[in-house]
Every structure is written in C-alpha cells, then in structure tokens.
C-alpha cells in the first residue's frame, strides 16, 4: 500500500510569507507526527495528532506555528511569517496506535526561506 | 526530559565487515523502547530495528542486532557484513512508553552517525 505522502517536496519562501506543508497519513493510521530536522538542531519533535484529539502543541518552537488535522486524516503543518531560521526539513510520520506502534516516516519537505 | 546522546558524527567500515554504532541514553523511566533509524540520502527515515525496554534479549534483525544494556542506559548497534546499501546516517532514538491519557508520543533522537562503506 501507499506510504505517508508529503508535499511539496520542496518549498523556496521569502522571509515573511506564509507556507503550508502537507501530509498524507498511511490509510487506518490515527496517529500523527511533525518533526523538524535541522542543521543545527537536529531532529525536534513538533506536534502529535491522535485520531480526532486535540494535539498536544507542546513541542512547536514559537506561536508562528500552527497545524491542523482533518477529519482525522490529513494534516496541515503552517509557518506564518517565515524566518530564516526556520529552514529545515519538516518530517511527517503516523503510526497506527500509539506506545509501541512503529512510526512511518514520509520523504520530508525541504523548506528554504531566503 | 530524556537525551539521546549519539558520540560518533561519522564511521567508516570496509565493505564486508562490521561496524557498531554507540547511544546512551538517559531518561527516568523504566518503560520505554528504542529505536535504530537510518536515512538514506533520499531523506526517508527507515526503521532498522527497535527494542522494549522490558525485554532483556537482544534485538536482532538480520545483519543488524543491538547490544542492550539498560543500567548503563546504552544501546548501540551492530551491522555485520556491511554492504554498499547500509551507507547512511543512523539515528538512535527514544520514545516513552504511552499509557492512557498521557502526553506527547514523539521520539527524542540523536544527532546521528554517518557511516561510510569503502568498497
């Protein structure tokens, strides 16, 4: 079957425009991840949907971040007012439960702001 | 909170060989599990094999087996007859284990060791 999908798969912004990231869950999956990985940082877990949950938020590095799930399926990762520190690679994983489910990896969006 | 501490940026091995890769870890939690990840230069993360904390026998898969040691809070990986295709960065990770109504399931990694495979 398909894996976790993003797009684009590359992304060029100027500094201060808003960009949205997408991702495509593996269908049945209810879990859902955003990570970050930088240069400097390294790999920085974002944020966590659990079927239609709230997300827990606690790992997004500024209010400039937001994302959105529908319908317990698709997610929207959105950077206002981009910065060039937040260039980077923005991962998507799902898993299908919780604890010890394996998380699946999508090919990642490579984001640039210049 | 929990680190993972990766100590080599970079190995390099001959092809047919084996190579380990170190982590430790530290957390306070006695139930968690680890993961080796690779990532090829397509970015895809690739889950090489994963150990529950619970478990005393090592995991193993394949060429690819781990040396699990819990007290020391160490978990290193073993490629053995390495090959071509093994050539990537590795991420060890950790991911705490969830129970109902707890909090953030993300995994916490390492900043990675590149292995090279000479020919």
């Known amino acids: 079957g398909a894996g976790v999908s993003q797009s684009p798969s590359n992304k060029v912004t100027e500094k201060g425009k808003d960009v949205e990231l997408r991702c495509d869950p593996i269908s049945g999956h209810t879990a859902l991840y955003w990570y970050r990985q930088s240069l400097g940082q390294g790999l920085e877990f974002l944020i966590y949907?659990?079927?239609?949950?709230?997300?827990?938020k606690s790992g997004l590095p500024s209010d400039r971040f937001s994302a959105e799930r529908t319908g317990g399926s698709v997610s929207t990762l959105t950077i206002q007012r981009t910065q060039q520190e937040d260039s980077a690679v923005y991962l998507c994983?799902?898993?299908?439960?919780?604890?010890?489910?394996?998380?699946?990896f999508g090919p990642g969006t490579r984001l640039t702001v210049t | 909170a929990q680190t993972v501490t990766q100590s080599q940026p970079e190995m390099s091995v001959q092809e047919a060989e084996t190579v380990t890769l170190s982590c430790t870890y530290d957390?306070?939690?006695?139930?968690?599990?680890l993961f080796w990840y690779k990532q090829p230069p397509s970015r895809q993360m690739i889950l090489v094999i994963r150990q529950e904390a619970y478990k005393q026998q090592n995991a193993t898969e394949n060429r690819f087996s781990v040396n699990f040691q819990k007290a020391a809070k160490s978990f290193s990986l073993k490629i053995s007859d390495s090959q071509l295709g093994d050539a990537a960065m590795y991420f060890c990770a950790y991911r705490r284990v969830m129970y109902s109504g707890g909090g953030a399931d993300g995994l916490t990694f390492g900043k990675g060791t590149h292995l090279i495979i000479q020919p």
């Open positions: 949907f659990q079927g239609n949950s709230a997300p827990d």
């Open positions: 994983a799902s898993s299908l439960k919780t604890g010890g489910g394996e998380q699946y």
């Open positions: 957390t306070s939690e006695s139930d968690y599990y």
